[in-house]
């Protein structure tokens, strides 16, 4: 079975410091992984893929295929950057393909 | 992208009654996937709902309990059944619309006395 790991559930930074969520994958040939945010009251919603490489609100993640490791990072935290952050990964193929797995998901709080 | 819409929004059920949780999308589309999160639990998914075909459902998970529906392409209903406290949890729906991201429902908050 395809396991997405995010070995920490709590995360606590100041505020201009940098931070780093750690998201490892079960290997299994080329994944597709993502980062999904939810932001206090709102919805959860998509905050990076790593096939984009794209940079988002100051967030990047490299795959790691070495490591199986897909970890956020951000240089300098803001307090809005306070959220539930979820690692997952895209099943793809067969009766799996477009379903997601989940990592258990870390809350960031940035602290003033 | 897509909009998705849930009711309710929250519910408290007695145990041994059924919930049905409806979904509505502003657009057409293939596949719509139901979740559930149980308290400070990650996302598992329940079940793939595609239009004209039987749910499929993953491990854990048995139609008998959690029926879907997926009438058309724009809407599909989750009913949780025969409810007991463990059932408690945030439901959420979500499609895939263009098959590199997903939307998610705002969630629809059950607790099961």
């Known amino acids: 079975a395809q396991r997405v790991t995010q070995p920490e559930k709590l995360l606590s930074v100041f505020k201009g410091a940098p931070v780093e969520l750690k998201c490892n994958y079960s290997y299994s040939g080329s994944p597709e992984l993502f980062w999904y945010v939810q932001y206090s009251r709102q919805r959860l919603q998509l905050l990076l893929r790593h096939i984009s490489r794209e940079s988002i609100k100051g967030f990047t993640a490299d795959l790691n295929k070495g490591e199986t490791s897909f970890h956020l990072k951000k240089p300098f935290a803001q307090e809005e950057d306070s959220a539930m952050y979820y690692c997952?990964?895209?099943?793809?193929?067969?009766?799996?393909?477009?379903?997601?797995?989940f990592g258990q998901g870390t809350i960031l709080t940035v602290h003033p | 992208s897509a909009v998705i819409s849930q009711k309710p929004s929250r519910d408290i059920c007695q145990r041994g009654t059924s919930l049905t949780i409806q979904c509505q999308v502003d657009?057409?589309?293939?596949?719509m996937f139901w979740y559930r999160q149980q308290p400070g639990q990650s996302l598992t998914l329940i079940a793939t709902?595609?239009?004209?075909?039987?749910?499929?459902?993953e491990s854990g998970f048995v139609i008998d309990k959690f029926p879907i529906s997926r009438p058309n392409l724009t809407f599909s209903t989750l009913t949780v059944s025969n409810m007991s406290p463990e059932d408690s949890s945030i439901y959420l729906c979500?499609?895939?619309?263009?098959?590199?991201?997903?939307?998610f429902g705002p969630g629809t908050r059950l607790t099961v006395l």
């Open positions: 657009s057409q589309v293939t596949m």
């Open positions: 997952a990964r895209l099943n793809a193929g067969g009766t799996s393909y477009g379903k997601l797995t």
């Open positions: 709902a595609n239009q004209g075909s039987e749910a499929t459902y």
């Open positions: 979500s499609v895939d619309p263009s098959y590199n991201e997903q939307f």
